[in-house]
């Protein structure tokens, strides 16, 4: 299983005494490209600091903390696993912050000929398979199957659905031309590019906000510098970055 | 002469061995017979079709099997030859009946079990048709395997050493039967042994193996009498291999000098050898050739008793049938073999008579028949 | 024991009972052909058969789906042609899982092979048997219980292949959704009670294979 394993990489990575400062942040895969370059923006005023990323999917990530791993800030893609650690004592009190939102984009391969302009156009027997993330551990499996469900689609594409363990890998899957359409952020899809391109974005009015939010755990070992990257993402530098990259303002 | 019915002739190379030999064999058994590795199975191979030789030419009964100068190879399938292996080779998950019928496939089932029972009962394995190879004891195993072989009537019968995993009071038994069932089958056949006594008394002729060589191919009285060299009498086991100085050499007589004594042979009939005056000779008594001569006759007479000598019997060993006497002879100097001269084989009642416990001094008598000159 | 866990257990059975049919339709040749042929090329059988053993099981995933994806060497053309690609299916399942196993059975069953007698084969062919039939009649029944053994290896390794299908076949409930990964997905929702009926039951599973492994190597031919 990967929970240990990553547990036990992860507290080997970490010496006893802790090289100059270090932070550790469990990144759900859809935010890597910004917070690496809101994380390149904090160092840049903090010579001495080094920043180390483990990406995953939100509910790998919430697994990890829980079995100890040694992590300082935690960003998902879903309230949910945020509210689970939280339950569990997990967070530390007032560290939790909404920072960023995203929304859904349905994308096909670049050289696909199928035209894709509206949900029922999935229907089409043209489009054989359509990846979605894995609705039990994705949170944007989670937010496309709510979507589908409110256009009445999802028990009718049952058949066609391949699911991903990220988002990521969803749109790996597109761009691979191994599926002729996927549900990921608006973000992926603009990474994607130019293998991918978007179809249609299903209503915003079909899902659930889709809300990012980040917190400081609570066994960090440098919760102050911890502190202080949480409120980067909020603060106006940091919401430009995420801007530039494609995401929507915190409400 | 009877026409060969085997005529082999193989030259192939292995890596750090070469085999280059060239016999032939008519009616009867032919064995190989040398020392261990000296390519004896590997001929045997050849002739089942296992191996593939680089040059030569492999003739059964007129059939071609392989012949390197026209390309003519016949597949081991295609040989109808019989072999028996070494270890047998038992199909182990068989039973005794169809081990024996193995070979009988492409005849009509009903002619399948009756010919491999027939075999079976010809051989005195009766009522062992149902048991398996690893309940059998060493020589019913040598005689399912003879009879597997057998089975298919085959040209040629090949046996790689088929007497030497047994103890010896089967060995011996087996052997005079395997010698009655080859003459009895009739079928050419070839066993490859490096024991002399098997070598003699299954075979009709001997081809005798050295270092990937034939160095003598003879009927086997002609072996036993007439060695063709040193080499091959050292092979058989021959005892009192001597080694003297040629005095005098006429085609019918060889006048020599050997530890100080002069000695008359007779000539090799085997080919008019003629070494110059001077020269070294190697021969060889038989040691049941050499006479003790008795004492209550009075003295010896010099025509009668040829070659005479006198000496010592400074150990002796008991056989049973036979004593074997270590004589050293009264010449000053070295004896020939290490403590003694002459080994000399005499009968049990023959020493009682003697009595050789009680004396030891001899003297010995040698005709001139029975010192065989071993050709260089 | 839910409907869900139920469908992934019968998936990997049938995964793996496929997977090992078809690793003996294939590796019983190809192990007989390493241990008694010499030709050009045997070396280079042998290290692509050893292969997969020793690759990590995601690289071996990533050369299938460049062979067999819808824009692979071979599931390109065949997608173009049929409009079907194997991704994402249960017979995806069962080529991770069949070429997974495969070193398994074929370094098992050339060991048993290697071990018959070769002077048995030899007396076979003087007998009049082809080499063909000397390996059906002969060789292979006496290699037998080697062979088995390999077999029922193959059947545990197919039953527990994770890596490669996963990459190959993906994680779909109901179509390729073996027992392994529903573990995976188990305890990454924290379903840890139904994580522990899979993991019982894959672990019953092996261990009945694996004894019915020892107790074939050890019997006697």
């Given at each position: 299983?990967?929970?240990?394993?990553?547990?036990?990489?992860?507290?080997?990575?970490?010496?006893?005494?802790?090289?100059?400062?270090?932070?550790?942040?469990?990144?759900?895969?859809?935010?890597?490209?910004?917070?690496?370059?809101?994380?390149?923006?904090?160092?840049?005023?903090?010579?001495?600091?080094?920043?180390?990323?483990?990406?995953?999917?939100?509910?790998?990530?919430?697994?990890?903390?829980?079995?100890?791993?040694?992590?300082?800030?935690?960003?998902?893609?879903?309230?949910?696993?945020?509210?689970?650690?939280?339950?569990?004592?997990?967070?530390?009190?007032?560290?939790?912050?909404?920072?960023?939102?995203?929304?859904?984009?349905?994308?096909?391969?670049?050289?696909?000929?199928?035209?894709?302009?509206?949900?029922?156009?999935?229907?089409?027997?043209?489009?054989?398979?359509?990846?979605?993330?894995?609705?039990?551990?994705?949170?944007?499996?989670?937010?496309?199957?709510?979507?589908?469900?409110?256009?009445?689609?999802?028990?009718?594409?049952?058949?066609?659905?391949?699911?991903?363990?990220?988002?990521?890998?969803?749109?790996?899957?597109?761009?691979?031309?191994?599926?002729?359409?996927?549900?990921?952020?608006?973000?992926?899809?603009?990474?994607?590019?130019?293998?991918?391109?978007?179809?249609?974005?299903?209503?915003?009015?079909?899902?659930?906000?889709?809300?990012?939010?980040?917190?400081?755990?609570?066994?960090?070992?440098?919760?102050?510098?911890?502190?202080?990257?949480?409120?980067?993402?909020?603060?106006?530098?940091?919401?430009?970055?995420?801007?530039?990259?494609?995401?929507?303002?915190?409400? | 002469?009877?026409?060969?019915?085997?005529?082999?002739?193989?030259?192939?190379?292995?890596?750090?061995?070469?085999?280059?030999?060239?016999?032939?064999?008519?009616?009867?058994?032919?064995?190989?017979?040398?020392?261990?590795?000296?390519?004896?199975?590997?001929?045997?191979?050849?002739l089942a079709g296992?191996?593939?030789?680089?040059?030569?030419?492999?003739?059964v009964d007129?059939r071609?099997f392989?012949?390197?100068?026209?390309?003519?190879?016949l597949r081991p399938q295609e040989r109808r030859v019989g072999y028996?292996?070494?270890?047998?080779?038992?199909?182990?998950?068989?039973?005794?009946?169809?081990?024996?019928?193995?070979g009988l496939?492409d005849r009509?089932?009903?002619?399948?079990?009756?010919?491999?029972?027939?075999?079976?009962?010809?051989?005195?394995?009766?009522?062992?048709?149902?048991?398996?190879?690893?309940?059998?004891?060493?020589?019913?195993?040598?005689?399912?395997?003879?009879?597997?072989a057998l089975a298919i009537d085959p040209a040629l019968l090949l046996?790689?050493?088929?007497?030497?995993?047994?103890?010896?009071?089967?060995?011996?038994?087996?052997?005079?039967?395997?010698?009655?069932?080859?003459?009895?089958?009739?079928t050419a056949?070839?066993?490859?042994?490096?024991?002399?006594?098997?070598?003699?008394?299954?075979?009709?002729?001997?081809?005798?193996?050295?270092?990937?060589?034939?160095?003598?191919?003879?009927?086997?009285?002609?072996?036993?009498?007439?060695?063709?060299?040193?080499?091959?009498?050292?092979?058989?086991?021959?005892?009192?291999?001597?080694?003297?100085?040629?005095?005098?050499?006429?085609?019918?007589?060889?006048?020599?000098?050997?530890?100080?004594?002069?000695?008359?042979?007779?000539?090799?009939?085997?080919?008019?050898?003629?070494?110059?005056?001077?020269?070294?000779?190697?021969?060889?008594?038989?040691?049941?050739?050499?006479?003790?001569?008795?004492?209550?006759?009075?003295?010896?007479?010099?025509?009668?008793?040829?070659?005479?000598?006198?000496?010592?019997?400074?150990?002796?060993?008991?056989?049973?049938?036979?004593?074997?006497?270590?004589?050293?002879?009264?010449?000053?100097?070295?004896?020939?073999?290490?403590?003694?001269?002459?080994?000399?084989?005499?009968?049990?009642?023959?020493?009682?008579?003697?009595?050789?416990?009680?004396?030891?001094?001899?003297?010995?008598?040698?005709?001139?028949?029975?010192?065989?000159?071993?050709?260089? | 024991?839910?409907?869900?866990?139920?469908?992934?257990?019968?998936?990997?059975?049938?995964?793996?009972?496929?997977?090992?049919?078809?690793?003996?339709?294939?590796?019983?040749?190809?192990?007989?052909?390493?241990?008694?042929?010499?030709?050009?090329?045997?070396?280079?059988?042998?290290?692509?058969?050893?292969?997969?053993?020793?690759?990590?099981?995601?690289?071996?995933?990533?050369?299938?789906?460049?062979?067999?994806?819808?824009?692979?060497?071979?599931?390109?053309?065949?997608?173009?042609?049929?409009?079907?690609?194997?991704?994402?299916?249960?017979?995806?399942?069962?080529?991770?899982?069949?070429?997974?196993?495969?070193?398994?059975?074929?370094?098992?069953?050339?060991?048993?092979?290697?071990?018959?007698?070769?002077?048995?084969?030899?007396?076979?062919f003087t007998l009049g048997r082809?080499?063909?039939?000397?390996?059906?009649?002969?060789?292979?029944?006496?290699?037998?219980?080697?062979?088995?053994?390999?077999?029922?290896?193959?059947?545990?390794?197919?039953?527990?292949?994770?890596?490669?299908?996963?990459?190959?076949?993906?994680?779909?409930?109901?179509?390729?959704?073996?027992?392994?990964?529903?573990?995976?997905?188990?305890?990454?929702?924290?379903?840890?009670?139904?994580?522990?009926?899979?993991?019982?039951?894959?672990?019953?599973?092996?261990?009945?294979?694996?004894?019915?492994?020892?107790?074939?190597?050890?019997?006697?031919?």
């Amino acid at each position: 299983m990967r929970v240990p394993l990553l547990v036990a990489v992860l507290l080997a990575l970490v010496p006893a005494t802790a090289p100059a400062e270090e932070l550790i942040l469990s990144v759900a895969v859809s935010m890597k490209e910004g917070t690496e370059e809101l994380g390149r923006l904090f160092v840049r005023s903090r010579p001495g600091v080094t920043l180390r990323y483990n990406l995953g999917s939100s509910g790998e990530l919430q697994k990890q903390i829980e079995a100890g791993a040694p992590v300082d800030v935690f960003i998902s893609a879903a309230q949910r696993q945020m509210d689970e650690l939280e339950r569990k004592g997990l967070i530390l009190d007032g560290t939790r912050r909404v920072f960023a939102r995203n929304v859904l984009t349905v994308v096909k391969p670049a050289d696909s000929g199928l035209d894709l302009s509206k949900p029922a156009d999935l229907l089409d027997p043209r489009v054989r398979r359509i990846v979605i993330g894995n609705p039990r551990t994705v949170p944007a499996g989670q937010y496309s199957e709510e979507s589908l469900r409110t256009l009445g689609l999802w028990d009718r594409l049952q058949g066609k659905l391949v699911l991903a363990e990220n988002v990521r890998q969803a749109l790996d899957y597109v761009s691979r031309g191994e599926v002729d359409a996927g549900f990921v952020y608006a973000t992926d899809a603009a990474a994607g590019k130019p293998r991918v391109k978007e179809a249609f974005r299903p209503g915003e009015d079909t899902y659930r906000p889709i809300a990012y939010p980040a917190a400081v755990v609570k066994d960090s070992r440098r919760p102050g510098l911890a502190r202080a990257f949480v409120d980067l993402l909020v603060a106006p530098e940091g919401r430009t970055v995420l801007a530039r990259l494609g995401f929507q303002p915190p409400p | 002469m009877t026409a060969a019915r085997l005529d082999v002739s193989i030259r192939t190379t292995l890596p750090g061995f070469t085999l280059d030999v060239a016999w032939t064999a008519g009616d009867g058994v032919a064995v190989l017979f040398g020392p261990s590795g000296a390519g004896k199975t590997l001929t045997l191979q050849c002739l089942a079709g296992l191996i593939r030789p680089e040059r030569g030419r492999i003739v059964v009964d007129g059939r071609v099997f392989f012949d390197s100068a026209t390309g003519t190879d016949l597949r081991p399938q295609e040989r109808r030859v019989g072999y028996v292996f070494q270890g047998y080779a038992l199909f182990p998950h068989l039973t005794v009946l169809d081990n024996v019928a193995f070979g009988l496939r492409d005849r009509p089932r009903a002619e399948r079990s009756g010919r491999a029972t027939t075999v079976i009962e010809r051989l005195g394995l009766g009522g062992l048709e149902g048991r398996y190879p690893r309940e059998l004891s060493g020589g019913q195993r040598q005689r399912v395997a003879l009879a597997r072989a057998l089975a298919i009537d085959p040209a040629l019968l090949l046996l790689d050493e088929p007497l030497s995993a047994l103890d010896r009071p089967t060995r011996e038994s087996l052997r005079d039967e395997l010698r009655a069932v080859l003459t009895d089958w009739g079928t050419a056949a070839v066993v490859v042994t490096h024991d002399f006594t098997e070598a003699y008394r299954l075979a009709d002729r001997i081809v005798v193996y050295r270092e990937g060589r034939v160095i003598q191919s003879a009927p086997r009285s002609e072996l036993l009498w007439q060695p063709a060299s040193e080499s091959v009498a050292r092979i058989m086991g021959t005892r009192n291999v001597l080694h003297g100085t040629v005095l005098k050499a006429t085609p019918d007589r060889i006048q020599l000098r050997w530890r100080g004594q002069t000695l008359e042979a007779v000539n090799s009939p085997s080919r008019a050898y003629l070494p110059a005056p001077s020269s070294p000779i190697a021969f060889f008594i038989r040691p049941e050739y050499v006479r003790l001569i008795r004492k209550d006759r009075g003295a010896p007479d010099p025509n009668h008793h040829m070659n005479l000598m006198s000496g010592t019997v400074v150990s002796q060993t008991d056989f049973g049938a036979t004593w074997t006497l270590a004589i050293r002879l009264d010449e000053p100097g070295e004896p020939a073999q290490g403590a003694y001269d002459l080994e000399v084989e005499v009968p049990r009642l023959v020493h009682e008579i003697l009595e050789l416990d009680r004396d030891r001094r001899w003297q010995l008598s040698i005709h001139r028949g029975s010192i065989h000159v071993l050709p260089a | 024991m839910t409907a869900e866990n139920l469908s992934a257990l019968a998936l990997s059975l049938r995964v793996a009972v496929v997977a090992t049919l078809l690793n003996a339709a294939i590796g019983i040749p190809l192990a007989y052909v390493l241990a008694r042929r010499r030709f050009r090329g045997r070396g280079l059988l042998d290290l692509l058969v050893t292969l997969p053993l020793v690759l990590p099981p995601t690289v071996t995933g990533y050369y299938l789906i460049v062979l067999l994806g819808r824009r692979g060497w071979l599931g390109g053309p065949i997608y173009g042609l049929t409009g079907w690609s194997i991704t994402f299916t249960w017979y995806a399942a069962v080529v991770a899982a069949t070429i997974m196993a495969l070193p398994l059975l074929v370094r098992t069953a050339r060991a048993a092979i290697e071990s018959v007698d070769r002077d048995l084969e030899k007396a076979a062919f003087t007998l009049g048997r082809s080499e063909w039939r000397t390996a059906l009649e002969v060789t292979l029944p006496l290699a037998r219980n080697g062979i088995l053994a390999g077999l029922v290896l193959a059947f545990a390794r197919a039953l527990g292949e994770f890596g490669a299908t996963l990459m190959l076949a993906g994680n779909i409930p109901g179509r390729t959704t073996t027992v392994p990964l529903a573990i995976y997905t188990s305890v990454q929702t924290g379903e840890t009670g139904d994580a522990l009926v899979l993991v019982a039951m894959l672990t019953v599973l092996s261990c009945v294979v694996l004894i019915a492994a020892a107790r074939l190597g050890a019997r006697a031919t």
